[in-house]
């Protein structure tokens, strides 16, 4: 039973971490800033800055998030923003 739920929560942690991942990719791809790349669901344990980036790792282990720039915002003057994007990219 112990073992079958390890297998269950390494996979879980995949396939968060390859799922957001992709959202890491596509926004520094169009040229989004990535404030942080998070594993599990705050408060925070730890993390590491490199460049503008934190790659933190959260206490509960059950998802991930990337926080990027202007994913709040309805417009922005920041071209390194989220909302400064065309429709299509934001929708990627």
Do not use: C
Not at 36 to 47: A, D, K, S, V
Not at 51 to 73: Q, R
């Amino acid at each position: 039973m112990l073992t079958n739920l390890r297998i269950f929560f390494g996979v879980l942690a995949v396939l968060v971490l390859a799922h957001e991942f992709g959202h890491f990719l596509f926004a520094r791809r169009f040229g989004v800033r990535v404030e942080e790349f998070g594993f599990g669901f705050p408060p925070r344990i730890g993390g590491v800055r490199k460049g503008e980036t934190l790659y933190s790792f959260n206490a509960l282990p059950l998802g991930g998030f990337v926080k990027i720039t202007g994913e709040d915002a309805v417009e922005s003057n920041d071209p390194d923003s989220f909302a400064s994007k065309s429709a299509v990219k934001r929708a990627i």
